[in-house]
């Protein structure tokens, strides 16, 4: 017969509420009494957190009023963390010490917990916001862009750019500031520029929901939520579709696996399930929690291009593997995804077949442009941050694999965390989403990946009152901090050594305005491209205006920078109202991440004035503008935005196919509906199983539908 705690565990978990055992009562501390809590003296394992959180947020922030602009002026390869003073790191350190030492209490103290994590996240990411007098990265600011449109011409433009095909961020972004009275986006420079903290704040409630979802301690708990602030280092957390829907990701996954997961086939014997128990729920609930599940998913459809198929495919795993109740859902959310794409995504796939499908099944050449691609040539410096990231994501990824091997080795079976932070990995498999699939990956394996790597060290549940007495002499607190140093030493490093052209410089931006003022009806702005094939984004503060107005034509930046002939010619190409910039961020890119020599912006810029047959129409020390001293005659291009999106070509097929599409949404919805409001573990109705025969045929409608779409429209 086969015993132990974990053997007690499974048992307890389905026994009935009435017959369940009552909570072991954990042994009173120092000055409590059995009936209550008394009168207790402060003792050193709270005093010393809060001492050191006190210590840590004085030793970082009081050194950086220091960091003005001369200061950020001076950045090389290393980005902010080259010119961070040393006091910061300590305050860090010390941050970090906070959260360790709490974790050798003998029980959780959840007030300085959170205090300590949110103070640690708030550092993190709150200070480029803090020393730098405009937001940061370029992107960022191109994403006002479509809002200004959106207010301007009252809807989007797919012939524009592709992101229009996924209007929904953009469109409830423009929502919210007419039902708040701002007339200009621009407006929004400081919600922007604040953004990335509120983002990384927010993504610690449904993190900690997902923890919830563990049968682990709440050392091990916290622990995860900890390892993810720390690791939040991939960028993706400016003003963006991308960081709005990783918050809904989260969200999705952890009502997922908090309120609808599957009883899965029983584990072998002393086995545990590495998931918490499922809290009883009414029909009711049950059917508010799955209106969440799809509205979440149904906002992040329009909004993204990647994120849809991700929580696809995670949730397509999890119903496989029994650890998902909702067995329809998979069925459900794929139509929806796959229709987007087909009907109302139309101008981007296309005009883009080969760039949107080309990358199937080309596993290696996706990592290797994705992650050695992105570290050759540059500067000897800037090359360390590259290898810094690639190996903080090794160290996480490799504390997952053990805490998952320790969880098996203790007697638990882990099947739901392992598919967050695997799954996403399939994403290699598909495209090389323009050299950024490893950091996608890593971004959506981050959740599940932190939690398994805070397994590694605290991998019992503490259920029993040996497995609490060993983990208050346990050295696994003293190995998580350690693990915590090198995390948020790494991620200084990672997250902030590309702000040499990733931060916006005041200059630029005016640069910028002066173009916007001058591109009536339409204008050409040339900028300077290492590959002008391949690197088509510019280190510049651009499109935060007249979108459609002002295009952006990367030119060949020579290595030589005496030879600017072939960028005036480039000038005449171009023909009238053309002008080229040269930034000081996108001259910072060239040479730490493309090798261009030290001093190649400022002989650039000499050449440049040299020239008889160019002039200076802005000149900052953070940019300048050039045309030509006689522009090429001819008449200026109107602005060509494009109809207006949604565009569809509409044939029979298709008509029939999006009816058959928007029809079986509902059989399947209504059908899940009635799953859920069923007891568990019940047997299908005849009502799910008839909503079930009726979805067959216009699944195969469907179906047909998109393959005469491709077929002829590819």
């Not at 132990?4 to 055992?21: I, L, V």
């Not at 950020?72 to 941050?95: R, T």
């Not at 050295?475 to 990672?494: D, E, I, S």
């Not at 440049?608 to 045309?627: F, I, K, Q, T, W």
Request: hydrophobic share 55%; with cysteine.
């Amino acid at each position: 017969m086969t015993g132990g705690p974990a053997a007690e565990e499974a048992a307890e978990e389905h026994r009935p509420s009435w017959a369940k055992a009552a909570p072991e009562v954990p042994p009173t501390a120092e000055g409590e009494t059995p009936g209550g809590p008394a009168r207790r003296r402060p003792s050193l394992r709270t005093v010393a957190p809060a001492l050191l959180l006190a210590a840590g947020l004085a030793l970082y922030w009081l050194p950086v009023p220091a960091l003005d602009e001369s200061a950020l002026d001076a950045m090389g390869g290393l980005g902010l963390a080259g010119i961070l003073p040393w006091p910061l790191f300590a305050g860090a350190a010390l941050l970090v010490g906070a959260f360790g030492s709490l974790l050798w209490a003998s029980r959780p103290q959840p007030l300085l917990l959170g205090l300590v994590l949110v103070a640690t996240v708030a550092s993190l990411h709150a200070l480029p916001a803090v020393v730098e007098e405009q937001p940061r990265f370029a992107t960022a600011w191109q994403h006002l862009g479509f809002l200004e449109y959106l207010d301007r011409a009252g809807g989007s433009a797919p012939a524009l750019d592709a992101r229009w095909s996924w209007p929904g961020f953009f469109a409830v972004a423009a929502f919210v500031l007419r039902a708040c009275g701002v007339s200009d986006p621009a407006e929004l420079a400081e919600v922007v520029r604040w953004w990335p903290l509120a983002v990384n704040l927010l993504a610690l409630l449904p993190m900690a929901l997902l923890a919830r979802s563990v049968r682990a301690g709440w050392r091990a708990r916290w622990c995860g939520v900890w390892f993810f602030a720390l690791s939040g280092w991939v960028g993706q957390d400016y003003f963006s579709p991308q960081s709005f829907t990783y918050l809904l990701y989260l969200a999705f996954a952890a009502v997922l696996l908090r309120w609808f997961r599957g009883p899965g086939r029983p584990p072998p014997g002393g086995v545990v399930p590495g998931e918490a128990a499922v809290g009883a729920t009414t029909p009711g609930q049950r059917t508010v929690l799955l209106t969440v599940v799809l509205a979440l998913f149904a906002a992040v459809v329009p909004s993204h291009q990647l994120t849809p198929f991700v929580m696809l495919g995670v949730v397509a795993v999890l119903v496989v593997l029994g650890r998902c109740a909702l067995r329809g859902l998979p069925l459900l959310v794929g139509v929806v995804a796959v229709g987007w794409v087909c009907f109302l995504a139309e101008p981007y796939w296309s005009g883009h077949f080969d760039e949107l499908f080309g990358g199937i099944g080309g596993l290696g050449e996706n990592v290797t442009s994705s992650v050695t691609g992105r570290i050759e040539g540059g500067s000897a410096t800037h090359q360390l941050v590259l290898y810094t990231r690639v190996g903080l994501a090794g160290l996480v990824m490799g504390l997952a694999c053990w805490g998952w091997w320790r969880r098996r080795v203790a007697g638990y079976r882990e099947r739901a965390l392992p598919v967050l932070a695997f799954v996403p990995a399939a994403g290699f498999a598909l495209q090389a989403y323009g050299g950024e699939m490893a950091l996608r990956v890593f971004l959506f394996a981050l959740p599940g990946a932190a939690l398994l790597a805070a397994l590694a060290f605290f991998p019992r549940a503490g259920t029993s009152a040996e497995e609490r007495a060993w983990d208050q002499v346990s050295p696994a607190p003293l190995a998580a901090l350690l693990a915590g140093l090198v995390l948020v030493g790494g991620f200084l490093v990672a997250r902030w050594g590309n702000e040499a052209f990733e931060r916006v410089r005041p200059g630029e931006v005016a640069a910028m305005e002066w173009v916007y003022a001058h591109a009536e009806p339409t204008a050409r702005l040339l900028w300077l491209s290492e590959d002008p094939e391949e690197s088509v984004t510019p280190a510049l503060p651009w499109g935060s205006r007249a979108m459609e107005r002002v295009r952006y034509v990367p030119a060949a930046a020579p290595r030589d920078p005496v030879l600017v002939a072939p960028l005036a010619d480039a000038l005449r190409e171009a023909g009238p109202r053309s002008y080229l910039i040269v930034g000081r961020g996108q001259s910072a890119h060239l040479e730490l991440d493309a090798g261009y020599p030290t001093s190649w912006e400022r002989r650039l810029l000499a050449a440049l004035d040299a020239r008889d047959d160019l002039v200076a129409v802005v000149r900052d020390a953070d940019a300048s503008v050039y045309e030509l001293r006689d522009p090429p005659p001819g008449p200026v291009e109107a602005a060509a935005p494009g109809p207006p999106g949604p565009m569809v070509t509409w044939t029979p097929w298709s008509v029939l196919g999006a009816l058959s599409a928007g029809l079986l949404v509902l059989l399947l919805a209504v059908r899940e509906v009635l799953r859920v409001r069923a007891a568990p573990g019940s047997p299908a109705s005849p009502a799910v199983r008839g909503l079930f025969w009726f979805a067959v045929p216009l699944l195969v409608v469907v179906l047909a539908s998109l393959v005469h779409r491709f077929w002829t429209l590819a």
